[in-house]
């Protein structure tokens, strides 16, 4: 019997190992554990989840076997010598070109190895590893110069001999550790495994733990492989209702990042009458949503998220087939921190507009209702900079920063732009009607140009506006009093916005943007817009 597979799944390992103490001695287990492979014990460790039975094996290693001890405990520490020594024994060389499909695969045990010794590391000992495996098990560079000199020595050769050269460079750009990636896929859990191993690696590179351009190679394998195994062909369009799995359920609410779901009637309002939530899935991770879409069924475009997440209908209510004109996005979250990057939300958005034309065909409105992240703070910075350059009379008109003075009771200059700061910063300015009225065509143009005219490297600079302009959407309406919970006071001074699909002209709006980075937007913005050049001077 192959006792590497009988451990390899989590927690099996405490079952046997109850078995395997139930019948025999701890001489006799000393003896049988010797007979058993050292990557065998490593799955065995790895599964026994009970404290008590980890010391038990623990004492059975050590008078059975001081080699096996050194290398279970290595294997444990994580420390330079083990990580070689796994890294050596699982990631197999790249055959040579001639021979690159006639060479049999590594056994499956190899990649089980490398998951549960990478599994078993903490931050620090992962960040090394990592390293290591994409250091020194990466490309072999000096091959790949030499396969480049003679790409370059054939250029007057014959067409056949310059292709096969070419197909040779290719294949010497190949990563040695890529063969292992495209093992470890193959075993149960490996997918979800390499999911969260580039969620590593792109923490990694985010927090500037490390500079080493081998790790960004690694994630860019990473990516590669991922977008490949996650084609939207591969994926499973869901609908989740209340009857879904238990564990999807609670999925859905966990994951929800931008209107968080208070409870359990919250949750099942958000998948009942008059609301859908759609989900992709892949077969590789069952029960694992990897991007999540909600989906409001209403009679017109919604101006405010109230409306859709905390003044419903009962739960025994029926749809009105009648009254439901249009299909509010008012949320969309990634699951996966590892699969940033790999297009889904788009595809998913796609796919939700062709199953609602195909239940609802008289719908012709489709819209987010969105989020502003990031309006307050760049505007608090904007105001922080004005105030120490002494520029603070170019942001408003004069007879705006009148009002602000005489609403807030506070004196011309920088007291009267102290008081704006404090007010964008709580949600007194939006429940006062005196306060909000002086507010909001300030904020409105403001954020308007933020959305519009903030750019980096000529898209925009917000990033839920960058998404939905790529998928061809239209700025539509900047919505005032929006989102008026303590979330969407701090983080848009309450402000949402649609972006609205009018699917006859998404792929034109979508290529002008991502070609020419031009934004299309409507006459509300583009008035706001205008009278930011009016009366502000950025």
């Known amino acids: 019997m192959d006792l590497y597979c009988l451990f390899k799944k989590p927690g099996s390992g405490s079952r046997v190992f109850t078995a395997f103490c139930s019948r025999v001695q701890n001489r006799q287990l000393s003896s049988l554990l010797a007979m058993i492979s050292n990557p065998a014990i490593w799955a065995f460790r790895s599964s026994v ?67 549960h010794f990478y599994s078993s590391l903490d931050k620090e000992d992962k960040l090394g590893f990592l390293t290591k495996l994409s250091q020194d098990f990466g490309v072999d560079h000096k091959n790949l110069s030499e396969l480049a000199v003679r790409l370059l020595d054939t250029q007057l050769r014959d067409l056949a001999t310059i292709l096969q050269v070419e197909d040779r460079l290719r294949y010497g750009l190949t990563p040695r550790y890529k063969q292992l990636l495209n093992h470890i896929s193959r075993v149960e859990g490996g997918v979800k495994f390499l999911v969260d191993l580039r969620a590593d690696v792109l923490e990694i590179i985010s927090s500037k733990a490390s500079e080493s351009p081998h790790i960004r190679d690694l994630n860019g394998t990473l990516k590669s492989l991922l977008s490949e195994w ?52 892949h ?27 905390r003044e419903f209908a009962s739960l025994e209510s029926e749809e009105d087939v009648n009254k439901i004109n249009a299909a509010i996005f008012y949320s969309i979250s990634s699951t996966q921190a590892g699969l940033q990057g790999v297009e889904l939300g788009n595809y998913l ?52 920063w009148k009002e602000v003075e005489q609403a807030t009771d506070s004196a011309p200059g920088t007291p009267a732009m102290e008081a704006l700061h404090k007010l964008i910063t709580s949600s007194e300015g939006l429940r006062s009607e005196r306060l909000a009225r002086v507010l909001e065509p300030v904020l409105m143009r403001l954020c308007a140009w933020y959305l519009y005219g903030e750019k980096r490297r000529g898209y925009a600079l917000n990033p839920v506006a960058n998404f939905h302009l790529q998928n061809g959407a239209t700025m539509w ?48 913005v583009l008035g706001l817009v205008s009278q930011f050049h009016k009366n502000s001077k950025l």
């Open 49 to 115: 989840r009970c404290w008590r039975h980890r010391a038990v094996l623990k004492a059975a290693l050590q008078a059975s076997d001081v080699k096996a001890w050194r290398w279970y405990s290595t294997s444990i520490r994580g420390g330079v010598t083990g990580m070689e020594e796994i890294l050596a024994r699982v990631v197999s060389p790249l055959p040579t070109y001639e021979t690159r499909d006639k060479s049999p695969p590594p056994p499956e045990s190899n990649s089980l190895e490398f998951m």
């Open 230 to 281: 996650f084609s939207v062909g591969l994926l499973r369009l869901e609908r989740i209702t209340w009857q879904s799995p238990c564990e999807i359920l609670q999925k859905i609410s966990l994951y929800e990042a931008v209107h968080p779901v208070r409870n359990w009637s919250d949750l099942k309002r958000r998948v009942g009458p008059c609301r859908r939530c759609y989900a992709f899935t």
């Open 283 to 309: 077969a590789a991770m069952p029960m694992e949503p990897l991007v999540v879409l909600h989906v409001a069924l209403t009679e017109d475009i919604s101006d405010n998220i109230q409306s859709i997440v």
């Open 349 to 400: 958005i796609k796919r939700v507009v062709r199953e609602l034309q195909s239940e609802f065909p008289h719908m012709a409105q489709f819209s987010s209702l969105s989020p502003i992240p990031g309006f307050s703070s760049w505007l608090q910075g904007l105001l922080s900079q004005y105030r120490k350059e002494g520029r603070g009379s170019d942001l408003l008109s004069e007879q705006e």
């Open 477 to 524: 309406r900047l919505n005032w009093h929006a989102d008026t919970s303590p979330r969407g006071v701090a983080s848009s001074c309450g402000i949402m916005v649609n972006y609205r699909y009018f699917l006859s002209d998404t792929s034109k709006n979508s290529a002008v943007y991502l070609q020419n980075k031009v934004i299309t937007a409507s006459e509300q």
